[in-house]
C-alpha cells in the first residue's frame, strides 16, 4: 500500500480551540486551515468538493475560501442533512443549485449514495472536508467511503482535509457484524472507533475495505491535535447534535432511534434526554414539537417522562466509554416489553451492528456482562485502528 500523507502545517487563525490534555499544546488547526498546503494541488484543476456547513475555514465557508483563491470547482457533494445542513435526519435530499454561488449540488445521500462516473467526467480531483463525529452510525463515514470507492473507480486523486474527532478519546462498544451492514454500519468497526476521517480513509485503503491498487490519498493533517485533545464543534455537525453535550452523549443515545423512546427530537435538548408518555408521571417530562430538523419527531405532541442529562458531566459519568445505563433503564420502565424495539428490533439491530445487545437486554444482563461479550472484537479493532493513527494516541 503506497499512501502519501502530508505532515506539514501553516498557523492560521483558530480561535479557542485548544488541545487538552496532552504533550501538544496550542491551538488546533483543522486541515482546511493550512491553506498553503493543499491549494498547490488544486491550482489549475477541476475540483469536486465534498462539503457541507461544518466545511469552514475561519469564518468563511471552504468553497468560498477556493473560489476566493481562484480555484475552479465544478461541483458540490452533499452528505445527509444536505449542503447547508437544515435537512431531518433521514430526509430524502434532492440535488439542487447553491444559491449562493450558483454551483450544482449532487446529493449523496438517499437514493444515490456515491458520484457516479458521469458526475465525475468533467472532474480532475476530488476534495473531502466534512466534520465527523467519530461515531459508527453517524453516517458522513459511510459517505466518505462511497467517495473513496469513487475516487479509486475513476483514478481520481482524493485530498482530505482532516478535522479533529471530538470523541477520539476512546474505542468502545460492539463490533459491526457483517451480517448487519447498513448505510448506519458499513465496516467491522466498534461504535466509537477513535480515529479523524483522515484516519479512517487510511484503514478502508490498508485493509481493503475499499478494494484499490496502491491508491494514493492525500491526507492534510490537524496541527496540535492528539486523541487525548478535547475539540469543541465550532460549527454544530448536524441539526440534533446542536452543543458538545449531545455530541458526548449521541453514542449512548442514539440506540433510542431504535426503539419506542424518545431522545428528544423535536425539543431544544436532543440527545440530552430521553422518556416516553407511559414512565412514570413524577420524572422529567418535556413535549416533542416539529422544529426545523425535526419536522416529524417521534411521539410528537406526546408529554414524555423521563431524564435531562443535559447538566450531567459526561467523561464523569460514563468514564471515558459509552454507557448502557439509560438503554437498560428505559427497558426496565417500559411497561409493554414486546413494543419497545421497533418494527421487530431491525433498525436497532443495524444500529447495534448485532443482534446479541437485544437479545442480552431481553435476558436482562447488565451492563458489566454484556461488555464483556464485546471484548474480544474490540481487542481485535485496536490492534487495526493502531497502524492507521497519524496523531498521537490516548494514553500515550
Not at 452543543?243 to 453514542?251: F, G, I, N, T, W
Not at 408521571?281 to 416539529?290: E, G, Q, R
Not at 416489553?337 to 421497533?342: Q, W
Request: charge should be positive; glycine fraction near 8%; include cysteine.
Amino acid at each position: 500500500m503506497r499512501i502519501s500523507f502530508l505532515f506539514f502545517s501553516l498557523a492560521l487563525l483558530a480561535g479557542t480551540l485548544t488541545a487538552r490534555p496532552g504533550p501538544i499544546a496550542g491551538p488546533i488547526l483543522t486541515g482546511a486551515d493550512q491553506l498553503s498546503l493543499y491549494l498547490p494541488l488544486l491550482k489549475g484543476k477541476a475540483v469536486a468538493v465534498f462539503a457541507n456547513q461544518t466545511s469552514m475555514v475561519g469564518r468563511s465557508h471552504l468553497v468560498d475560501t477556493l473560489l476566493q483563491c481562484g480555484i475552479r470547482i465544478k461541483k458540490i457533494f452533499a452528505p445527509e442533512h444536505g449542503f447547508r445542513g437544515a435537512a431531518d435526519a433521514g430526509e430524502q435530499v434532492s440535488s439542487q443549485t447553491d444559491a449562493r454561488t450558483g454551483l450544482p449540488i449532487v446529493s449523496l445521500y438517499g437514493s444515490k449514495l456515491k458520484p457516479s462516473p458521469s458526475d465525475l467526467r468533467d472532474v480532475d480531483i476530488l476534495l473531502f472536508d466534512i466534520q465527523d463525529v467519530g461515531v459508527r452510525f453517524y453516517t458522513y463515514i459511510s459517505s466518505l467511503q462511497g467517495y473513496l470507492e469513487s475516487a479509486v473507480e475513476s483514478h481520481l486523486p482524493l485530498v482530505i482535509l482532516d478535522r479533529p474527532n471530538p470523541n477520539g478519546f476512546y474505542v468502545d462498544g460492539p463490533v459491526l457484524d457483517m451480517k448487519f451492514k447498513s448505510f448506519v454500519g458499513m465496516q467491522p468497526i466498534p461504535v466509537v472507533y477513535g480515529m479523524t476521517i483522515g484516519e479512517y480513509a487510511k484503514m478502508l485503503l490498508g485493509e481493503q475495505w475499499v478494494p484499490n491498487d496502491h491508491f494514493a490519498v492525500t491526507v492534510i493533517p490537524c496541527k496540535n491535535y492528539t486523541h487525548n485533545s478535547r475539540y469543541s464543534l465550532p460549527v454544530k455537525p448536524s441539526p440534533n447534535l446542536p452543543d458538545m453535550q449531545s455530541v458526548y452523549l449521541y453514542p449512548s443515545l442514539c440506540y433510542f432511534e431504535g426503539t419506542a423512546i424518545s431522545l428528544g427530537r423535536g425539543t431544544d435538548k436532543p440527545f440530552r434526554q430521553f422518556g416516553h408518555p407511559s414512565f412514570p408521571k413524577d420524572l422529567y417530562s418535556f413535549t416533542p414539537a416539529s422544529v426545523e430538523g425535526a419536522r416529524n419527531p417521534p411521539l410528537l405532541g406526546k408529554t414524555c417522562y423521563g431524564y435531562d442529562l443535559s447538566k450531567i458531566d459526561v467523561e464523569k459519568e460514563t468514564g471515558r466509554r459509552l454507557s448502557l445505563k439509560w438503554l437498560i433503564k428505559a427497558y426496565r420502565l417500559y411497561p409493554d416489553k414486546d413494543s419497545f424495539f421497533l418494527k421487530g428490533g431491525a433498525f436497532f439491530n443495524r444500529l447495534a451492528g448485532t443482534d446479541a445487545l437485544q437479545r442480552q437486554l431481553k435476558e436482562g444482563r447488565t451492563e458489566e456482562e454484556i461488555r464483556k461479550s464485546w471484548a474480544p472484537g474490540l481487542d481485535r479493532f485496536k490492534k487495526i485502528r493502531k497502524k492507521y493513527l497519524l496523531y498521537g494516541d490516548f494514553g500515550s
